[in-house]
Nanobody, 124 residues
């Protein structure tokens, strides 16, 4: 299983970015996908997740209302639309895939497959 994350960059506060996480068609239909991030000197934290079954979504409180996770079933890609970015959003963002039940979505250890990470830097 390979996950290809992209879309990071360097922006100013208040700007938007859209991250993408692409995988194969066979993988896409069998996994739920999450986004995590890790800032320098901090632990990796949950950002958002989307269910493989019904498209249910979940967000960390810190991004709720600003970030939107979605799936494109034709392109086999999961997106993370990030609006109103702040310097606190600066981190390496990772997409990850899991076959575990969706209620475990916030636990990084249930994700068996990880993308390579994409850097997001937000300046004030």
């Amino acid at each position: 299983v390979q996950l290809q994350a992209s879309g990071g960059g360097m922006v100013q506060a208040g700007a938007s970015l859209r991250l993408s996480c692409a995988t194969s068609r066979r993988t896409f239909g069998s996994v739920s996908t999450g986004w995590f991030r890790q800032a320098p000197g901090k632990e990796r934290e949950f950002v958002a997740a989307i269910s493989r079954t019904d498209g249910s979504t979940d967000y960390a409180d810190s991004v709720k209302g600003r970030f939107t996770i979605s799936r494109d079933n034709v392109k086999n890609t999961v997106y993370l639309q990030m609006n109103s970015l702040t310097p606190e959003d600066t981190a390496i963002y990772y997409c990850a895939a899991t076959t575990a039940a969706f209620f475990r979505r916030r636990s990084s250890y249930v994700y068996g497959y990880w993308g390579q990470g994409t850097q997001v830097t937000v300046s004030s």
